[in-house]
């Protein structure tokens, strides 16, 4: 029996390969991040199961809950089991978050300074086949302690998301996926993400996506309209002029210490 002819063989092998100019296939399950034009950027078209997604950012609780929380709210659906939260910087806003489909009951925040504790608080929830994701805040982690979370999360197909400081770029990382998150300097309404380790070709853009969904931005254009009502009622703002203070504007029913959401400046 003669061999295969060698342009042949190549042609089979090729359509398994990955070519770095072109953006990789998913090897495992992903779950939709939710922003169509982040999920068109990402290999598979969205967020990895069973791997580390390194968030890095200069204040530690900017945009991860605008950024995560549909993939959070589908992997509780799907999974049933809590999203585990370690070292979060603020306590969660419960009704801002279960108005955006996240019940407060599937949250499990764990507190700790210690970065060992956090590790291992880490490394047991992702252990725990319960659990539908899990975000910590570990500032201080070393490649050696992120390699075992990222085996961990692999081998119990866990959603992992790591928030670290933006110098964090600077070094090697084995996170499956890696990107910086920041305000645009040039619109405030807006966040960009720059994708700095995937699959795939460098990002030439980074991606913008809204800082706040469209619930949000009808109560905060509801709440500037009705400012500017009341100041042109008492005579303060001329009608046609704009006002150049700032309020805040509560949106939850929360009154026990700081939250991450409950607290906006509204310029009018």
Request: net charge neutral; with cysteine.
């Amino acid at each position: 029996m003669g061999l295969p002819f060698l342009d042949s063989f190549s042609a089979a092998a090729g359509r398994g390969v990955w070519h770095a100019d072109e953006l990789g296939l998913a090897d495992a399950q992903v779950v939709a991040t939710g922003h169509a034009a982040l999920d068109a950027e990402l290999p598979g078209g969205g967020w990895p199961v069973g791997a580390m997604t390194e968030l890095l950012q200069s204040a530690p609780e900017a945009h991860v809950w605008r950024l995560l929380l549909p993939a959070l709210a589908q992997a509780v659906e799907a999974r049933g089991g809590p999203v585990v939260l370690i070292g979060a910087p603020y306590e969660p806003c419960g009704p801002s978050l279960a108005a955006q489909g996240l019940p407060v009951e599937a949250l499990m925040w764990i507190k700790s300074d210690a970065p060992p504790a956090r590790l291992w608080a880490c490394e047991q929830a992702l252990r725990c086949a319960d659990v539908a994701a899990v975000v910590a805040w570990l500032p201080q982690a070393r490649v050696g302690e992120l390699r075992r979370l990222q085996l961990a999360a692999a081998q119990h197909d866990v959603m992992l998301f790591v928030c670290r400081p933006e110098s964090a770029a600077r070094g090697a990382s084995p996170a499956r996926l890696r990107l910086q998150v920041e305000s645009c300097a040039a619109d405030s309404s807006q966040i960009e993400l720059h994708i700095l380790k995937r699959r795939g070709p460098p990002l030439a853009a980074p991606v913008m996506l809204p800082a706040r969904n469209e619930r949000m931005t009808a109560l905060l254009a509801a709440a500037r309209l009705r400012r500017k009502l009341r100041l042109q009622q008492q005579g303060t703002v001329p009608v046609g002029d704009t006002a150049t203070s700032a309020t805040v504007v509560r949106i939850d029913a929360w009154k026990g210490g700081p939250n991450a959401l409950d607290r906006i400046a509204v310029v009018a």
